[in-house]
Structure formats: C-alpha cells, structure tokens
C-alpha cells in the first residue's frame, strides 16, 4: 500500500490572539509543525499543542523561523549565518523542552514562510538551518522543497530529509511556491486541494499556475493550520486517500 505524511503548521496563536483549530487539525493529521515563537506561538500555546500532539500520537516537528513577530515569519531578515543558526538552534531547544514537559520528543525540524522559501535557493540561510539540526541532535529530519539547496546540503552531512508538496499552495512551472503577493497562491476548494493532492501521490505531478504539469517527489504533503476550510481540506484529502488506497501515516 502507498502511504504519505499528512502534516500541517499548527501552534500559531499567540496569547488571546487564536488562529486555526489545532484540536481538529490534530485528529487528522499525522506530524504537526508547532511554531517555536519568533513567528508565532507563545510558551502556552506551545506547551498545549505539544500535549494535544502527544495525547494523539502526532509526530512533533519544530517550526522554526525568522524572528517576525509583527510580520508572521514571511519577511526576510538578513541575519548573518551564525545568527541565524543560534536563532534555530533556541527554536528548536525551546521546542524540545516543552514537548519533553507533555511526555513527547521532536523528530523534525520544517522552517517557515520566508525562511522555507529563503532556503531553497540561499547558501548562508540554507546552511544555518542546516548547522543548527546538525548541532542539536543530526537524527532529526528536515522537511522541505524537493530540489531545495536546504535539501541538498542537508543530504550532504548525512541528515535525513522529507521531500514536501502543499495541498492549498500554487505552484510555478519551476516547482516552487507561487508567492503569496501573486494571484493562484493560495487555493480554498477542499475537493479541488484533495484531487490535487491525490495526484500529487500518485502520479508524482502538480498542476503549476499556468496549467502546465509540473512533476514532485513527495515524502509529506502539507495542509496549513491558518486557511479558513483548513479542517475541511484535511478531512477531504484524508478521505480521497482512504478511497484510493492511500495510507497517511507519519514518516517518522
């Protein structure tokens, strides 16, 4: 049977400030992506979602990313690599030891908005992410884009490495996210994100926002905790799956 990672980016709120489901979330996917506070998440926001991962049996995975409070991680900081590989390396640890507190462990590190779009193509930053997993525990994967240079020189100091494609993100013709200022960016159908992701698993191809066919590798596809139909479109992928002999389970 084929199986997939259903993973999504959850933790998010920050203090009475409350953004997504992540309980509802929580029963559907299977790695949870918990932001470690520089783009969002606050200490009790962090320690419940590790409790709610745990109580689930949801892999726990640290979000980490620029330090943007005000901007949600999706402007670029032009942090040297040795501050930008403390900032993860604090991420993470902070992480660790809230998700130990629940009883669980962090298997993965994904990075976050510009940072995840940064290290596709940026040496330094790239790096840095790389230096920080490589520092606090090398037995820790890294989710990204397939073809990334984060993915590549993560291969290359012998880290293991999750190939991800995303549910309600578009796509250029070059496999890359479609920036969020540009129109297609960001899709809201949930039977659409689920046929789309059927095919994704598949057949190993997405549909970029010209109509061309783009061909993926994917190890875990992802389903954003903050879209409005973000419970709708879990559940509507997780049952196009069931239906076609697909079985979502964690790839760690």
């Known amino acids: 049977m084929t199986t997939i990672d259903l993973n999504s980016d959850i933790g998010e709120s920050f203090g009475r400030w409350e953004l997504g489901d992540d309980e509802a979330m929580l029963d559907l996917v299977t790695s949870a992506n918990i932001a470690c506070g520089f783009h969002a ?11 709610w991962s745990v109580q689930r049996d949801v892999r726990i995975g640290a979000q980490v990313a ?46 976050h908005g510009a940072l995840y779009n940064t290290a596709v193509h940026h040496e330094e930053h790239a790096s840095a992410v790389v230096d920080a ?8 994967a890294i989710l990204g884009l397939p073809g990334s240079r984060l993915l590549e020189l993560a291969e290359q100091r012998g880290l293991r490495v999750v190939r991800e494609a995303f549910a309600d993100r578009g796509y250029t013709p070059s496999a890359t996210l ?21 095919r994704m698993v598949s057949d190993g191809v997405v ?26 479109m879990a559940r509507a992928v997780r049952d196009i799956l069931a239906a076609n002999g697909v079985e979502v389970k964690p790839f760690s």
């Open 41 to 51: 998440g606050d200490p009790s926001t962090i320690a419940r979602t590790a409790r």
């Open 66 to 111: 620029y330090r943007d409070l005000a901007g949600f991680g999706r402007r670029f900081v032009d942090a040297s690599r040795t501050e930008l590989t403390d900032d993860v390396v604090y991420q993470i640890g902070g992480l660790q030891a809230l998700a130990a507190a629940a009883g669980g462990t962090v298997t993965y590190v994904k990075p």
């Open 133 to 140: 997993v490589a520092a606090v525990d090398p037995g820790l």
């Open 207 to 232: 549909e970029a926002v010209d109509g061309s066919s783009v061909k993926i590798d994917v190890d875990s596809v992802c389903v954003h905790g903050d879209s409005p139909a973000a419970v709708e």
């Open 178 to 198: 479609v920036s969020r200022r540009e129109p297609g960016a960001v899709l809201h159908d949930p039977g659409a994100v689920a046929e789309r992701v059927l």
